[in-house]
């Protein structure tokens, strides 16, 4: 039996309180978010960490290992992360459909009872049921049961050798990006920000990961590489932060930056610079675990909020995504009023108050102690 590595564990909770904050919408803390000064954000990172985690999961690292059997635990976690979608899709429905009867809510168009409207009730259940049309941020876990579906192949892949699946993995990006082939929501049309084929090569990547530490692939720390890859992440925020102070054709850029695939930082078809980048951050942070602040990840304590956080990933997850959509509207309906401005201090107080509540709710149903830090395959199969 294996003990869980906390840094993974403590990295996906910083994420999804990350997430959790970028996903009230009308609030300020968003903006200060690293997700603002990075080309990749704690999406990029949490699909990585889930191809780590698959493999070490589900992959051959013990004696025993039956491949059938690691093949209907993925197949079984993908069920599970659907079943956890609908309670997402359910009370995302119930919330919008309340905000709809309050002040007039942004984008009415988008909103349930606008769709049903237009579309009928049974097709647009049909198409939300079917995850292809999003309510709330249900199009998140979408990806990850594709994913999980798809990952038998990856795993079967790097069993054999650590960095088989990003061959197909990477011919999938490379049509999905250069053909612009994204998913949209069937009955708005927008463009969904993780779309499964530009996303697939993180996940394979991630994969490959996992199968190079199982097989124990030592990682290669020259000084150029280490040096290149902390130029890349300074130089990349570097581009964002100062950027558009002082150049207009970067300003322009940084805000066309999703449309393109070859010369963007599309986040919807993971253009080549936001991979590159997220490359870097990840080999940064395995190369560099004595520098500052990231040395706290690799010495996380099991017991600590962030790998509690990390090791109920899907539960915390869908409970982060219900109550950032719930805060969003409240905080909407509390402008709309005129109780408080938005961007005020009165405002600010108040997205205090609801972050603080919805981070000691996700605390609560990630359980207070690692009471189980083992399994039989030494990571709990995670896939979000």
């Not at 905000?99 to 009415?108: D, F, I, K, M, Q």
């Not at 004595?290 to 956080?309: I, Q, S, T, W």
């Not at 915390?316 to 509207?329: R, S």
Request: proline content about 5%; glycine content about 8%; overall charge positive.
């Amino acid at each position: 039996m294996t003990q869980r590595i906390s840094s993974i564990d403590a990295v996906r909770g910083l994420c999804l309180v990350n997430i959790f904050v970028n996903h009230i919408t009308l609030g300020v803390l968003l903006e200060l978010s690293p997700s603002k000064i990075a080309f990749c954000d704690s999406a990029d990172i949490f699909v990585l960490l889930a191809g780590i985690s698959t493999f070490l999961a589900y992959g051959p690292r013990r004696e025993g290992w039956v491949w059938e059997e690691a093949r209907a635990r993925m197949w079984r976690r993908a069920l599970i992360l659907y079943l956890a979608n609908l309670v997402v899709i359910a009370a995302s429905f119930l919330i919008l459909r309340v905000g709809e009867t309050g002040a007039p809510p942004p984008a009415p168009d988008q909103m349930p009872g606008a769709l049903i409207e237009s579309a009928g009730a049974v097709s647009y259940w049909w198409h939300a049921l079917t995850m292809q049309q999003s309510i709330g941020y249900s199009m998140v876990l979408r990806l990850y049961v594709v994913l999980m579906i798809a990952a038998p192949f990856y795993v079967w892949l790097a069993a054999k050798r650590y960095w088989y699946p990003l061959v197909p993995a990477g011919l999938l990006w490379l049509a999905g990006g250069h053909f612009l082939l994204a998913e949209s929501d069937s009955l708005t049309g927008t463009l969904l920000s993780m779309t499964v084929l530009p996303w697939q090569l993180v996940f394979a990547a991630g994969v490959a990961l996992g199968a190079a530490i199982v097989q124990n692939v030592a990682l290669p720390r020259p000084r150029w590489l280490v040096v290149a890859a902390a130029a890349v992440v300074v130089a990349g925020t570097a581009l964002l932060v100062i950027g558009p102070q002082v150049s207009p054709d970067a300003r322009l850029w940084l805000e066309a930056r999703n449309d393109a695939f070859w010369t963007g930082i599309s986040k919807s078809y993971q253009s080549p610079l936001r991979l590159l980048y997220l490359a870097a951050l990840a080999y940064a942070f395995m190369a560099l675990k004595e520098a500052p602040f990231v040395r706290l990840f690799h010495r996380a304590d099991p017991d600590g909020l962030l790998c509690r956080l990390g090791r109920r990933s899907l539960r915390v997850f869908a409970l982060g995504a219900i109550l950032a959509l719930a805060f969003d509207h409240l905080l909407w309906n509390l402008i709309a009023a005129g109780l408080v401005a938005q961007g005020s201090g009165g405002a600010i107080l108040a997205e205090l108050a609801l972050v603080a509540l919805g981070i000691a709710a996700m605390a609560r149903i990630a359980g207070r102690r690692a009471r189980k830090l083992v399994t039989p395959t030494g990571f709990e199969p995670v896939a979000y």
